[in-house]
C-alpha cells in the first residue's frame, strides 16, 4: 500500500546532497512493517529540556547512542546519525520540534527493532557485496511518523498562538525606537505603530507578529553593526547607514531574509497545510505543463 509513496521518498532523498547518497549506483529498498496500527495516541515526550550541554544550552542526544549535540547544530547530529548509525531522516527541515521528534524516536528505537520503522535502502545494489551498503530510511510514509510530525506541528502552532496572544494583551511592554531613540511603553503596537508612520518602517501589523522582542532585537543589532536592513550592505559608520536607507528608500526588512520568518504567525499556519500546498503546487505545475 505505501509503495509508491516509499520510492518517491527515495527519490527525494537521491535528490538530497546532505544525505551524501549523490552518484552512488543502484539504490534498492525492502520492505519495511509500515503497515502497523497506531492504536494508541503517541506519548510525546514531556516539554524537551531534559538534556544540556556542558554551557547550558539545550541539547539533542544521538537516536542510538549516547552521544549528543546543541539543539542549535542539528546538522552535525544528523551528519553523525548518517555516518555513524546509516540512518537517514527524510525532510528533516519540516520537523516543526527537532527535539522532541529524535526523543521520540529514541525512546521508540529502544522497544522494537530499526527496521519496524525505516525502509532499508542499499547503496551500490550492483556492486560486489562487500561494496554494498544498507542505509535506513525514516520518513512519513510510516504512519507513526507522520502522526508524530503532524502532532509537533500542531502543539508548535498552539504555542505560538498563546504566545501572540500573550504579547497581544501585554501592557508591560518597553522598547526604544531603532531611528529617534524615543522610549515607548505599553504595548508593542505603540512603538510598532509609531515606526510605521513617522519612520515609513513597516513590518506587518502588530497582530500578525509573535515574539516581538526578539524580533526587534534582531533588527537594532543590525543596525549597530551598521548593516541596512534591507539590501544588507555594510556601511562604515552611522550616519552613512541612516542616509543610505533613508534616500534608497531602504527603511524595510529584506523580504527574502528566511530568518524572519517564524516571526509571522502565517508562516507557522502555511507549514501545518504544508503538504497540502505541495500538493498543490505538483498539481498546479503538471496542470500547466500539460497545457
Ligand atoms: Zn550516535
Ligand atoms: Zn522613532
Ligand atoms: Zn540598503
Given at each position: 500500500m505505501?509503495?509508491?509513496?516509499?520510492?518517491?521518498?527515495?527519490?527525494?532523498?537521491?535528490?538530497?546532497?546532505?544525505?551524501?547518497?549523490?552518484?552512488?549506483?543502484?539504490?534498492?529498498?525492502?520492505?519495511?512493517?509500515?503497515?502497523d496500527?497506531?492504536?494508541?495516541?503517541?506519548?510525546?515526550?514531556?516539554?524537551?529540556?531534559?538534556?544540556?550541554?556542558?554551557?547550558?544550552?539545550?541539547s539533542?542526544?544521538?537516536?542510538?547512542?549516547?552521544?549528543?549535540?546543541?539543539?542549535?547544530?542539528?546538522?552535525?547530529?544528523?551528519?553523525?546519525?548518517?555516518?555513524?548509525?546509516?540512518?537517514?531522516?527524510?525532510?528533516?527541515?519540516?520537523v516543526a520540534?527537532?527535539?522532541?521528534?529524535?526523543?521520540?524516536?529514541?525512546?521508540?528505537?529502544?522497544?522494537?527493532?530499526?527496521?519496524?520503522f525505516?525502509?532499508?535502502?542499499?547503496?551500490?545494489?550492483?556492486?560486489?557485496?562487500?561494496?554494498?551498503?544498507?542505509?535506513?530510511?525514516?520518513?512519513?510514509?510510516l504512519?507513526?511518523?507522520?502522526?508524530?510530525?503532524?502532532?509537533?506541528q500542531?502543539?508548535r502552532?498552539?504555542?505560538?498562538?498563546?504566545?501572540?496572544?500573550?504579547?497581544r494583551?501585554?501592557?508591560?511592554?518597553?522598547?526604544?525606537?531603532?531611528?529617534?531613540?524615543?522610549?515607548?511603553?505599553?504595548?508593542?503596537?505603540?512603538?510598532l505603530?509609531?515606526?510605521?508612520?513617522e519612520?515609513?518602517?513597516?513590518?506587518?501589523?502588530?497582530?500578525n507578529?509573535?515574539?516581538?522582542n526578539?524580533?526587534?532585537?534582531?533588527?537594532?543589532?543590525?543596525?549597530?553593526?551598521?548593516?541596512?536592513?534591507?539590501?544588507e550592505?555594510?556601511?562604515?559608520d552611522?550616519?552613512?547607514?541612516?542616509?543610505?536607507m533613508?534616500?534608497?528608500?531602504?527603511?524595510?526588512?529584506?523580504?527574502k531574509?528566511?530568518?524572519?520568518?517564524?516571526?509571522?504567525?502565517?508562516?507557522?499556519?502555511?507549514?501545518?497545510?504544508?503538504r497540502?500546498?505541495?500538493?498543490?503546487?505538483n498539481?498546479?505545475?503538471?496542470?500547466?505543463?500539460?497545457?
Amino acid at each position: 500500500m505505501a509503495a509508491p509513496k516509499t520510492q518517491g521518498a527515495v527519490a527525494r532523498l537521491k535528490e538530497r546532497d546532505d544525505a551524501n547518497l549523490i552518484g552512488v549506483g543502484g539504490v534498492d529498498r525492502e520492505d519495511s512493517n509500515s503497515e502497523d496500527c497506531i492504536l494508541e495516541p503517541l506519548s510525546l515526550p514531556e516539554s524537551p529540556g531534559g538534556t544540556t550541554t556542558l554551557d547550558g544550552s539545550p541539547s539533542v542526544p544521538c537516536i542510538f547512542c549516547e552521544e549528543h549535540f546543541p539543539v542549535a547544530e542539528q546538522d552535525k547530529l544528523l551528519k553523525h546519525m548518517i555516518i555513524e548509525h546509516k540512518l537517514v531522516i527524510a525532510d528533516v527541515k519540516l520537523v516543526a520540534d527537532f527535539q522532541r521528534y529524535i526523543l521520540y524516536w529514541r525512546k521508540r528505537f529502544t522497544e522494537q527493532p530499526i527496521t519496524d520503522f525505516c525502509s532499508v535502502i542499499r547503496i551500490n545494489s550492483t556492486a560486489p557485496l562487500e561494496e554494498q551498503d544498507n542505509y535506513f530510511l525514516l520518513c512519513d510514509v510510516l504512519p507513526e511518523d507522520r502522526i508524530l510530525r503532524e502532532e509537533l506541528q500542531k502543539q508548535r502552532l498552539k504555542e505560538i498562538l498563546e504566545q501572540q496572544q500573550q504579547e497581544r494583551n501585554d501592557t508591560n511592554f518597553h522598547g526604544i525606537c531603532m531611528f529617534c531613540n524615543e522610549e515607548f511603553l505599553g504595548n508593542r503596537s505603540v512603538l510598532l505603530n509609531h515606526m510605521a508612520r513617522e519612520h515609513a518602517f513597516n513590518i506587518g501589523l502588530p497582530d500578525n507578529i509573535v515574539n516581538c522582542n526578539e524580533f526587534l532585537c534582531m533588527l537594532q543589532k543590525k543596525l549597530d553593526n551598521l548593516q541596512c536592513l534591507y539590501c544588507e550592505k555594510n556601511f562604515r559608520d552611522k550616519n552613512t547607514l541612516k542616509d543610505h536607507m533613508r534616500k534608497k528608500q531602504h527603511r524595510r526588512i529584506n523580504p527574502k531574509n528566511r530568518e524572519y520568518d517564524r516571526f509571522y504567525v502565517i508562516n507557522y499556519l502555511v507549514r501545518l497545510s504544508f503538504r497540502n500546498l505541495k500538493f498543490n503546487c505538483n498539481t498546479t505545475n503538471k496542470f500547466l505543463k500539460a497545457n
